[in-house]
């Protein structure tokens, strides 16, 4: 979508307020012994005392509130029995709707105790991501975002994966611009609009460049198999940069 108003952008706030806020505490409450049925539970009822809505449930009937994805998984695990053990990475996305606006967000977490690789790879993620939003302002080309994405990680010895994109989001969870690449990609040639919302939202790893479909119909694995992290916010494209919609507060 493309914000033209206050009214919308004041919408768009407070579904991003509404998930950056629940990603957090879900951060805050992961611990060893845990099912990731009961992380997505504690997920869910925070979205629904804020009025809001699991979006992977309302766009795809997905099944579970939120995505949490352990180690070898690396996007949309399915909540279930399986129990968080010290030293998995977790990764939680939370993307919700509220009054007609999507906003969606996105971190990983290391169970301690973790290796300083580890450690190194969380902090780095997170870098990783902001390098992309540094990018983002109206009449920027989209392509800057994963060129510099791209250089932060090769710079650094990561590897990218680079068949899951960025993407439009606001109206829906998923819509234009769609495949926005947080790496390096000469055939794009899109420029960002004044209000235009998106998410960016690279996955680095140590080494895999694939996601790959596993035996279910919705968890994706890395490929080679490779600790992997991803950092999500959305954001609005603006005259002045970037807009972050998703900040906890």
């Not at 699991?54 to 766009?59: D, F, G, I, S």
């Not at 119909?217 to 999500?232: F, G, I, K, N």
């Amino acid at each position: 979508m493309t914000i033209s108003n206050e009214d919308d952008l004041t919408r768009l706030k407070e579904v991003g307020r509404i998930v950056a806020n629940t990603l957090e505490a879900m951060g805050k409450a992961l611990e060893p012994g845990m099912t990731t049925s009961e992380l997505d539970q504690i997920g869910r009822k925070l979205l629904e005392a804020e009025g809001a809505r699991p979006a992977p449930e309302l766009a795809y009937a997905f099944p579970g509130a939120t995505c949490i994805s352990v180690n070898e998984e690396i996007a949309h695990g399915i909540p279930g029995a399986r129990r968080i053990e010290r030293g998995d990475l977790v990764n939680i996305d939370v993307s919700a709707e509220k009054n007609g606006f999507f906003a969606d967000t996105g971190a990983s977490f290391a169970v301690p105790p973790v290796t300083r690789s580890i450690e190194r790879l969380c902090r780095d993620g997170r870098r990783a991501m902001w390098t992309g939003l540094r990018q983002v302002g109206a009449g920027k080309p989209i392509a800057g975002i994963g060129q510099a994405i791209g250089t932060f990680a090769r710079k650094n010895g990561y590897s990218l994966v680079r068949n899951l994109a960025s993407h439009g989001v606001g109206l829906s969870l998923h819509e234009e611009p769609t495949e926005i690449a947080t790496w390096p990609d000469s055939s794009e040639r899109r420029i960002m609009s004044d209000g235009l919302v998106f998410t960016v939202e690279p996955f680095l790893s140590f080494g895999a460049e694939w996601a790959e479909d596993g035996d279910d119909p919705w968890t994706l694995y890395s490929s080679p198999e490779a600790p992997t992290v991803q950092y999500e916010h959305t954001v609005v494209a603006t005259r002045n940069g970037p807009l972050i919609v998703t900040m906890a507060g």
